[in-house]
């Protein structure tokens, strides 16, 4: 079994009790001494258990305190009868109980009401160390001492376990949430960059089709097309997988004007003169190509126009088309854009126009 710090951390808070309280038996001289203290330590320890093992679980300090107030009336309860006894293991009851103590009440009470409790507790043992050694100052501050580093050891060890296992599970939860964004990452690239890819092999095909008896040349040259498509969408799935993709708004551009004139569409473009960091310039060029890709896909245009502009820092991008059919501008292609323009901070807005067309509008800060 491996030793996580939640081991060491238990280890830690029960050898301090137990330890402390086998101290004491190891004073016990008459039978009546040691069923007295067994009855009186097991009264102690259980509930010191529970204080402990709440603790643990991270719980938060609220509620009455039961298991607290009965080891605070066993802990005091037992001094007088103890002492009746005999004074010497009294006073080491008193003493190292009173340390225990000191560490549950921290453990179970809010810091605002632990100090105070610890304070009274410091103060008891301090004045208890002082009378019984017959007024010897270094006795009373090492018991003083003692209550102040023991319960702290206490303490901390439990806060170490329980940070320990948060941690932990925050670790699994960051894991789970990047293996969540990469599988969404590759759901979105698959989708806007082999969406256009697709749709121009078909197109392309097509046409190649309808060429191959009227005009061979041009059918070659479709075909030619179409397997320099199918390759560059090879090489995007490849791109995709290994988690890298660089695009460019001037060669989406271009590629969208050779497919969108494949199709039948008249595309003109109006492209402002942008100096812009790459991850702008490449979430430009996603939306062009979703833009295009729903043009052929989801329209019945007949033209349509590629625009940018620059204003007050921020680069706005419009594509608009003439001719929509009903229930575009929807999907996990539209999503995906909103996505990257948010990242960027940024927007994305879509929607039909009042003469029957669509326009999707991307807008970045430059």
């Known amino acids: 079994m491996r030793i996580t710090p939640q081991h060491v951390a238990v280890g830690t808070v029960y050898v301090i009790a137990v330890g402390f309280t086998l101290v004491i038996f190891s004073l016990v001289t008459t039978p009546l001494e040691a069923v007295i203290l067994t009855v009186a330590a097991l009264a102690f320890l259980v509930p010191h258990h529970l204080v402990v093992r709440r603790a643990l679980r991270g719980r938060e300090p609220r509620g009455v305190p039961v298991a607290l107030i009965v080891e605070i009336a066993v802990t005091y309860g037992t001094i007088p009868v103890l002492f009746s006894l005999s004074p010497f293991l009294g006073y080491n009851w008193a003493s190292s109980m009173q340390t225990i103590l000191a560490s549950a009440v921290l453990l179970r009470l809010r810091l605002g009401a632990a100090i105070p409790v610890m304070a009274v507790i410091g103060v008891i043992d301090l004045g208890m160390g002082f009378v019984v050694s017959g007024g010897s100052v270094p006795l009373a501050l090492y018991n003083l001492v003692t209550v102040v580093v023991t319960s702290g050891v206490t303490y901390g060890a439990v806060r170490l376990a329980v940070v320990s296992e948060q941690l932990a599970k925050a670790r699994t939860e960051l894991a789970e949430a990047a293996v969540l964004r990469e599988r969404l990452r590759i759901s979105r690239d698959l989708h806007d960059g082999l969406g256009s890819s697709l749709?121009?092999?078909?197109?392309?095909?097509?046409?190649a089709h309808r060429l191959v008896d009227a005009d061979p040349g041009a059918a070659k040259t479709e075909?030619?097309?179409?397997?320099?498509v199918a390759r560059d969408a090879a090489q995007e799935v490849r791109q995709v997988a290994r988690g890298y993709r660089e695009m460019s708004l001037a060669q989406e551009v271009h590629r969208a004007v050779a497919l969108l004139e494949a199709s039948g569409v008249s595309c003109r473009t109006d492209l402002a003169e942008l100096a812009v960091p790459r991850p702008v310039d490449e979430a430009l060029a996603w939306a062009v190509r979703e833009g295009v890709t729903n043009v052929v896909r989801h329209s019945q245009a007949t033209t349509c126009s590629i625009s940018t502009s620059a204003d007050e820092g921020a680069v706005?991008?419009?594509l608009v088309n003439d001719r929509a059919r009903r229930g575009a501008g929807r999907g996990n292609g539209l999503t995906g854009l909103r996505e990257?323009?948010?990242?960027l901070g940024g927007s994305v807005s879509a929607g039909r126009t009042e003469g029957g067309?669509?326009?999707?509008?991307?807008?970045?800060?430059?």
């Open 199 to 207: 749709t121009a092999i078909a197109l392309k095909g097509d046409l």
């Open 223 to 228: 075909l030619a097309e179409l397997a320099a």
């Open 316 to 318: 706005r991008l419009e």
């Open 340 to 343: 990257r323009a948010e990242g």
């Open 357 to 366: 067309g669509f326009r999707l509008a991307m807008e970045v800060p430059a």
